[in-house]
Structures are given as structure tokens and as C-alpha cells.
Nanobody, 126 residues
Framework: QVQLVESGGGLVQAGGSLRLSCAAS????????MGWFRQAPGKEREFVAA????????NYADSVKGRFTISRDNALNTVYLQMNSLKPEDTAVYYC???????????????????WGTGTLVSVSS
């Protein structure tokens, strides 16, 4: 089992920045690919970014490319999502996800991913 706890969400003005963190406990962290997903009110959950266990491979949704950066520190069992140039449409609950199959943490909605955090709310005002 892997437990995931997100932090770092909050209210920010458009154009601002936030950094989300996801702390993991349980089995060997570096063996898991990690992903961030988000779900806005009234919408389906969607993929945001993913990173391989080694940290060498990264993938982003087109809507966040150039603005968001995913990274991880395997010594701290933590994955991060640096969010810059935030827009009101980035408002959502952001979820951290973990799976030993990197393909699953890059799917459109994260269907089939083994482990999820409880989410952290990001609100961007215009």
C-alpha cells in the first residue's frame, strides 16, 4: 500500500504561482510513476502531469505545458507540481496519483491507477 498526502493548495490571483507537494509513504517510492490530476466543479477528472520513477521522463497536458513543472525527490518520498502563470481555468481539486505502470498515470482520467491522495483545492481568482 502507498499513502499519498497532498498539500500546498490555496487561493491565488491570476498570474500567480503555487507549489503543490505530495508526500508518499509505504513501499519504495522510486518504483512508482507519479502523476497529478485535477477535477474542476462539474467536470471530469483530467490528467495534468506525470513523472517516471527515476524522474527522467515527464509528460504534461497541453493546457499546462510551459506553465507547470512536475518534479520529485526520491530521498524525501515527495513529488511536486510547480504551477506558474495560473489562470482561473486552473481552479480545481488537484490529486496526486501513484502506480508502478507509468502508462496509467498518463491516461486522460487516471482510470486504473492504484493509489490516490485525497486532493488539495486550488482556486485562481481573475
Amino acid at each position: 500500500q502507498v499513502q499519498l498526502v497532498e498539500s500546498g493548495g490555496g487561493l491565488v490571483q491570476a498570474g500567480g504561482s503555487l507549489r503543490l507537494s505530495c508526500a508518499a509513504s509505504g513501499r519504495t517510492f522510486s518504483s512508482y510513476a507519479m502523476g497529478w490530476f485535477r477535477q474542476a466543479p462539474g467536470k471530469e477528472r483530467e490528467f495534468v502531469a506525470a513523472i517516471t520513477g527515476s524522474g527522467r521522463g515527464r509528460n504534461y497536458a497541453d493546457s499546462v505545458k510551459g506553465r507547470f513543472t512536475i518534479s520529485r525527490d526520491n530521498a524525501l518520498n515527495t513529488v511536486y507540481l510547480q504551477m506558474n502563470s495560473l489562470k482561473p481555468e486552473d481552479t480545481a481539486v488537484y490529486y496526486c496519483a501513484a502506480d508502478d505502470d507509468v502508462a496509467l498515470v498518463t491516461t486522460r482520467s487516471g482510470q486504473g491507477v492504484d493509489f490516490w491522495g485525497t486532493g488539495t483545492l486550488v482556486s485562481v481568482s481573475s
